[in-house]
């Protein structure tokens, strides 16, 4: 960012946007983060590269349960999502999906210039990192010929789990999403699952398991009972017939190659982070995460803050709460920045009026 400054700023366009805040990323994290800066009259503009908000939970696990939401006993993504997007409805933020941003120059007045790959243009007071693991995709099964199966007959994330309901499943991996999918679609009658498929069969490299010990429990269970099977080996090849895939071919610790039928493939390798061009904004990273302070979450670039998991400090927990907790200081940090001629008050939303017409509600009455 320091040598960023020296260079030839490119010059704003007529349609930049001036804005108090630029949120980079719109999960759960980044959309609580449009909330702390709307509490204390923070404008902000969110980009987003995928099309749609919600990240993570939207596009790896947008049904999958989740039970550690504070007063939340239990939500899927979607619905955390949705939540979020109605609980920022009072601040008018205004999205800008199915880009990335390319460019961030500090300028001359303490602004950055912000440009991203559609063309879009900001100028603002401070920018908001929440871009989870960055840009991420996928880690891909290596197998010849297998490209042109995928998103027909080979899945890398479940988004809608109606289309496995009644099918003979073939689930590849050993940590948490593959064995709570294959959980997930062997689930018996008694528990009125609608997905439930007709047979599943886990594949992991090997017996021991990066997925929860409950999970790993339940899945010997499942196979003692022969309500699902696990094969210890790797997919190594496709069976075909006629042009379409009739399943795959898995090679055992033993050496040998098994053919193993099924109608639909589901890998879980996890996610290839990668941070993109985040990176070569001059920030201060460790592990190809961005390192903060834990009083207010800034980067090593005043101005520019990181919340949720593409941070990292002393005992960070990658968790959706911890992110809402780091956006919460944040924004107060941020405020100098937007407001420096005013001082900044800690108000309740229980008891505030001004937080009340803000949030476009009724400031209760009590007796």
Known sequence: MQDQEQTALPTPGPNVIETDAVIVGAGPVGLFQVFELGLLEIKAHIIDSLAYPGGQCIELYPDKPIYDIPAVPVCTGKELTDNLMKQIE??????????????????????????????????????????????????????????????????????DPSRFAGKNLLVVGGGDSALDWALNFCAGNADGNPHKAESVILVHRRD?????????????????????????????????ADGQLKGVKVTGGDGVTRVVPCDEVLVFFGLSPKLGPIAEWGLDLERKQIVVDTEKFQTSVPGIFAVGDVNTYPGKKKLILSGFH????AAFAAAPYVFPEKRIHLQYTTTSPKLHKVLGVDTPVFD
């Open 326 to 329: 780091e956006c919460a200081l």
């Open 208 to 240: 021991g398991f990066r997925a929860a010990p409950a999970s790993v429990a339940k899945m010997k269970e499942l196979c003692d009972a022969y309500e699902m099977q696990f094969i210890v080996g790797q997919v190594t090849d496709l069976d075909e």
């Open 90 to 159: 009072p601040f008018g933020a205004t999205f800008h999906l199915g880009q990335e941003v390319t460019t961030v120059l500090k300028q001359a007045d303490g602004r950055f210039f912000v440009e991203t790959s559609k063309g879009t243009q900001f100028l603002a007071k401070t920018i908001f990192i929440a871009g989870g693991v960055g840009s991420f995709q996928p880690r891909t099964l290596k197998v010849d010929g297998i490209d042109k199966y995928e998103g027909d007959k080979v899945h890398y994330r479940v988004k």
